[in-house]
C-alpha cells in the first residue's frame, strides 16, 4: 500500500463546476496535509494546507480533513480552464524532520 | 522577493558520469528539502538539511547520491556513477524551518537525463 493515494484521473470537468480531489493516506499519525498544483513543466506550489479535522476556505478552494477516516479532499468551486493542472496531496508524517509524501497526483482537465 | 532558485535548469550527462546540482534556497529559510520526480509521479523526498547538517537522508536512493550544505545557505546534490535511472527532475524546497509544517517553496528543478 502506497503511503498517500490519489487517483491519477484525468478528471474531467466542465467550467463553472465543482472539482473534487481525493487523497488518502496511511499513516495514521500524520499531522499536516497539503495540497500543490503543478502546471505541466512547472514547478509544484502550494495551494492550501489544513491541520485539523473539517473544512478550511480558502477563496474558490475548499480542503476537508477527516483523519479518523484517513482522507483528505479539496474542492474547486467554479473551476477554470486554468485550474487545468496536476493536483498532488502531501502529507507530513509522524518523523520530525518536516518530509512531505507525495501522492502520485491527479489531473484536472476543465473543459470550456 | 526572490524564490527557491536552482541550477543548471537542465543536464544531460553520459552513464558513468559525476554530477552536481545546486540549488540556492529564499534568504532566511533555515530549511532545505531534495526532492525527485520521476515522470507521472509526484515528488519523492532524499534529503532534509536543518542549517548545515542533514537532519534526514533517508530518502537517499544509495550511496553514489550525496549533498551538502556547508555553509547553511545554498546546497549542493551530487551524484556519482550516474545511470540512467537517476533521469528525472531534482526539485529543491525551503522553508522557515520553525516546524515541520512550515511552507515548503519550491525552486524549479533541475532536469537530469543520463544517456
Known amino acids: 500500500q502506497k503511503e498517500v493515494e490519489q487517483n491519477s484521473g484525468p478528471l474531467s470537468v466542465p467550467e463553472g463546476a465543482i472539482a473534487s480531489l481525493n487523497c488518502t493516506y496511511s499513516d495514521r499519525g500524520s499531522q499536516s496535509f497539503f495540497w500543490y498544483r503543478q502546471y505541466s513543466g512547472k514547478s509544484p506550489e502550494l495551494i492550501m494546507f489544513i491541520y485539523s479535522n473539517g473544512d478550511k476556505e480558502d477563496g474558490r478552494f475548499t480542503a476537508q480533513l477527516n483523519k479518523a477516516s484517513q482522507y483528505v479532499s479539496l474542492l474547486i468551486r467554479d473551476s477554470q480552464p486554468s485550474d487545468s493542472a496536476t493536483y498532488l496531496c502531501a502529507v507530513n508524517g509522524i518523523s520530525n524532520t518536516g518530509k512531505l509524501i507525495f501522492g502520485q497526483g491527479t489531473t484536472l482537465q476543465v473543459k470550456p | 522577493g526572490a524564490g527557491v532558485s536552482q541550477t543548471p535548469s537542465n543536464k544531460v550527462t553520459e552513464k558513468g558520469k559525476y554530477v552536481e546540482l545546486r540549488c540556492d534556497p529564499i534568504s532566511g529559510h533555515t530549511a532545505l528539502y531534495w526532492y525527485r520526480q520521476s515522470l507521472g509521479q509526484g515528488p519523492e523526498f532524499l534529503i532534509y538539511f536543518q542549517g548545515t547538517g542533514a537532519a534526514d537522508d533517508s530518502g537517499l536512493p544509495n550511496d553514489r547520491f550525496f549533498a551538502v550544505r556547508p555553509e547553511g545557505s545554498v546546497s549542493t546534490l551530487k551524484i556519482q556513477r550516474t545511470e540512467r535511472g537517476d533521469s528525472a527532475v531534482y526539485l529543491c524546497?525551503?522553508?522557515?524551518?520553525?516546524?515541520?509544517?512550515?511552507?515548503?517553496?519550491f525552486g524549479p528543478g533541475t532536469r537530469l537525463t543520463v544517456l
Open positions: 524546497a525551503s522553508s522557515l524551518g520553525r516546524s515541520q509544517a512550515d511552507t515548503q517553496y
